[in-house]
């Protein structure tokens, strides 16, 4: 465990000036910002809304970008990104002859891209929280405070976190084999667009596509109720979330074995 901790913050010190870390954070700080000057500059347009409905409208600016094309083109990025340090510096080798075990290195690497993933969708989260709150204050006719969807924002990006594991798995042993970045940023739009069309279409085996659990989170997030509207529940452990949990899990596993092989050499 100390090997990890080790590990971890030495990821954390080498990329906390890297565009993969603040990038983290400036997005989600710049999509939502971009949502409150589109509802403040027209606010007479959103004013008539019902609060429930103006916060889905609000929350779906940034969500509906991340959620389908964006996030996976951001995980993807992050999976290289933690790699890129040791691949433009050469230094796999001096990496893996530190007096600590291959798994801590290995493990430490991965967790800290799952952090970057669940950072940046945390604060898109907050940002959204925290953002239309201060709308409603600002103005007044929007009426953000008369409801509040602060669990349901935070449980729509966990879900999306969970969903984007996968994928994360899969670009982060791509990117640990390959030094050169057009193969797993080729390979991974190419099985992004592949994923957003199976889930838009509504494909019976989208779930088992890595690539299209972000969009078919979306898709699937609200759970069916007979209740009234303002019962409005987010339903997040779906079957595609699974299938990305099982996935990461695998992927995971199988990578420490194949890089541990290729390390050596």
Do not use: C
């Not at 589109?38 to 606010?43: A, C, E, G």
């Not at 084999?177 to 940023?185: I, T, V």
Request: no cysteine; net charge positive.
């Amino acid at each position: 465990m100390k090997g990890f901790l080790l590990s971890f913050w030495s990821e954390f010190y080498k990329s906390r000036k890297t565009l993969g870390f603040w990038s983290a954070i400036i997005l989600p700080l710049f999509l939502n910002l971009l949502a409150v000057a589109v509802f403040y500059t027209k606010s007479d347009k959103f004013m008539m809304y019902q609060p429930m409905v103006l916060w889905i409208q609000f929350s779906m600016m940034s969500l509906g970008i991340m959620g389908t094309l964006l996030l996976p083109m951001f995980v993807i990025f992050i999976a290289y990104s933690v790699n890129s340090v040791e691949h433009k510096a050469d230094t796999w080798k001096t990496l893996f002859s530190l007096p600590l075990s291959r798994w801590s290195v290995y493990g430490a690497k991965f967790f800290y891209a799952v952090f970057l993933i669940f950072l940046s969708l945390f604060l898109f989260g907050v940002f959204t929280i925290a953002f239309g709150n201060l709308l409603g204050i600002v103005k007044p006719e929007l009426k953000f405070g008369a409801y509040h969807m602060e669990v349901q924002i935070m449980q729509v990006y966990f879900k999306l976190f969970l969903s984007s594991l996968g994928i994360l798995a899969i670009q982060f042993l791509l990117s640990l084999l390959w030094a050169d970045f057009l193969k797993p940023m080729g390979i991974g739009f190419i099985a992004t667009i592949t994923g957003v069309i199976a889930a838009s279409k509504n494909w019976e085996y989208a779930y088992a596509f890595p690539y299209a659990h972000p969009m078919a989170a979306i898709t699937s997030m609200i759970k069916q109720n007979k209740g009234p509207v303002r019962d409005l529940e987010i339903d997040i452990f779906t079957k595609d979330v699974f299938v990305s949990l099982g996935v990461a899990v695998v992927v995971f596993i199988a990578g420490y074995f194949i890089v541990r092989r290729k390390s050596v050499k």
